[in-house]
């Protein structure tokens, strides 16, 4: 017989409540993920023919640590007469009612596509600490079987992390991650806290000392389980950027002194290549007022032949005088790619000689200055921004929205290959 603590009961209860959406959260080896798996065992039981998923963002961890641990553990502990049937091949559990129990990862995009052609009842991301929001969105649409009265639910877990994460958006704030408006159906989302504490009796008295004792912001994260403050000392805010933002009709475009579109580009096979940064298309332009906006943000995460047509639709779009890559990921193939494209953009390739946090800083007193402004909102390049300390960048995976943002602004205000003091001085003599 399995017993749960109060807090560990209190989270069971959430979970079997009405709202669609549930988010546990708190610290390592806490629990939340048994509660969860529990759970959905529990509901595969009592649907016969249902369809249930568990996700990670990496379908190794996914094998490793659920279908080869948790999940065949919980159903041992849990439900000693019930029996688990794996398709190895497949990637899913049958039990003999004929409900499924799906395993796998969101960068596998083999997988991902036979996994997410189903519908199911059940959806639970794992370790969502690790799942960017784009990717959470998609298997989301996949909640969409219909089985009697079991009730559509989708599961989220992790060790909280920093504040701007999507996860404490969503079932904290109870704002969409990307507009950051508040939700229309703010009742469907709730969330729980557990932690290390929650679960002593499983754990050894040793092992609770050493997360006590951790460095304070990894406490906060695995010892006590709450979400930290987004990054020390960090370069940007959203409340700079929110207070510089301004509307299209702020800039028109006979007023424009010039318009560049900076693309920093990644590795990436196309858009199901869900392992891969995305590539950075900002659009920014300087005002005769010497100040400068950022126009437009079309990143994306596509082939290098989707994403050089984007940035040259987007140079034409806005009139744009150049095209600026950051070289450091193929050199003169990236010249040639967008030249593929269009072969008469001018082109300008510029080199990161120095660290992302190096190059980020002085950007970002220009923001505090007020001299750069956000034309509408770009939830995901803000989010990056606000990533950056002085230390180096804190967010999930590469800031690449943000970094060509970075070249936009650099290129339009400042000298990629001056230095930091002599770009300040140049800033200081434009103002004046």
Not at 257 to 269: F, Q, T, W
Not at 329 to 337: F, I, N
Not at 371 to 395: I, N, T, W
Request: a negative charge; glycine letters at 8%.
């Amino acid at each position: 017989m399995v017993s749960f603590s109060a807090g560990q009961e209190a989270a069971r209860a959430l979970l079997e409540g009405s709202q669609r959406y549930t988010c546990l959260a708190g610290g390592t080896r806490s629990g939340k993920t048994f509660l969860i798996v529990r759970s959905i065992v529990e509901r595969a039981i009592l649907a016969p023919g249902s369809h249930h998923v568990i996700l990670r963002f990496h379908a190794n961890a996914a094998h490793a640590s659920i279908a080869l641990d948790t999940l065949p553990t919980v159903t041992t502990l849990c439900f000693p007469g019930v029996t688990l049937k794996e398709s190895r091949q497949d990637g899913f559990f049958k039990l003999t009612n004929g409900s499924r129990i799906a395993v796998g990862g969101l960068d596998d995009k083999d997988r991902v596509e036979k996994i997410l052609g189903l519908e199911y009842v059940t959806v639970f991301l794992n370790e969502a600490s690790q799942i960017p929001y784009t990717s959470a969105l998609v298997a989301f649409t996949r909640l969409a079987q219909v089985v009697g009265d079991l009730p559509q639910r989708a599961y989220v877990d992790l060790n909280p992390t920093h504040t701007m994460h999507w996860t404490n958006t969503l079932f904290g704030d109870k704002r969409d991650p990307v507009s950051r408006q508040p939700l229309s159906d703010p009742e469907q989302y709730a969330r729980a806290f557990i932690n290390p504490r929650d679960n002593a009796d499983n754990l050894s008295p040793a092992y609770l000392e050493s997360l006590a004792h951790l460095p304070e912001r990894q406490r906060k994260r695995f010892y006590e389980g709450v979400y930290v403050e987004a990054v020390d000392d960090a370069l940007w805010s959203f409340e700079i950027i929110e207070r510089y933002r301004c509307a299209p009709e702020a800039i028109p475009l006979e007023k424009r002194m010039g318009v560049v579109v900076a693309v920093d580009p990644s590795g990436a096979a196309g858009r199901d290549d869900l392992g891969a940064d995305e590539i950075g298309i900002v659009v920014a332009a300087k005002h005769e007022d010497g100040d400068c906006y950022i126009l437009a943000d079309r990143s994306c995460r596509e082939a290098p032949a989707v994403w050089s047509r984007r940035a040259v639709a987007a140079f034409h779009e806005f009139k744009a005088d150049c095209i600026v890559a950051e070289s450091n990921y193929g050199g003169e193939m990236v010249r040639a790619t967008i030249h593929a494209a269009d072969a008469n953009v001018p082109v300008t390739l510029v080199t990161a000689s120095r660290g992302k946090a190096v190059r980020a800083e002085p950007i970002s007193l220009l923001y505090e200055d007020g001299r750069v402004h956000h034309v509408g909102r770009f939830p995901k390049l803000e989010e990056q921004l606000c990533a950056f300390s002085a230390s180096g960048y804190g967010g999930h995976g590469s800031p690449d929205h943000a970094d060509a943002a970075i070249w936009a602004v650099t290129h339009l205000l400042g000298k990629t290959d001056t230095a930091i003091i002599e770009f300040y001085r140049r800033m200081s003599l434009d103002r004046n």
